[in-house]
């Protein structure tokens, strides 16, 4: 009977792991995404270069590893209207944009995105898919509730949302308002009423 083999390479080290996501969170809003440097991020967290490269093999990888490590599936509770779930909806995407790091790193994130198709295909599945499936369940809701006619397209719906939420932030670059997220909603309940 063989031995188990023993793992090829050193253990990763969770302390190291944890330098870096910390090193990413404290500079990305200091410097932007642009100014993020794999050496700057070293300097940062104390290590060598080539810890960073054995885990990562891009900057916009990196930042979307920190983006989503120990993040939690969201939820969104059932407030009993189309209005008020798409309110509650608009509001945690909203605290999502808000968030310094994910502030300071999306725009260019998301044009490193265009260039990098394995990043881009699990952020499709990690941020766009979640919140896709909550918007389907959210609209399913209401229709069982009577207050959609039919079926909504929850792509049209996710688009007026979330693509409002980014346009004001980030192309506008207007301040977040207490009314925001209700104003936003609205725009999301005339798209999945077909108006």
Known sequence: MQSPKQPIGRPREN???AAIRAA????VPRV???GLTMDAIAAEAGIGKAAIYRRHTSRGELVFSVLVHGRKTRSLPDTGTLAGDLTALADLILGIFTD??????TPGLLADLQQQPDIAARFQERFVAEERALISALLERARQRGE???AADPVLVHAAVLGT???WLFLLAQPP???????IAALGEAAARGH
């Open 15 to 17: 302390r190291v792991d």
């Open 24 to 27: 990413v969170r404290e500079l």
């Open 32 to 34: 932007g995404y642009a």
């Open 100 to 105: 310094p790091v994910t502030a300071a790193a």
């Open 148 to 150: 959609l006619a039919a």
């Open 165 to 167: 939420a980014y346009a």
């Open 177 to 183: 308002t207490p009314a925001l997220a209700s104003r």
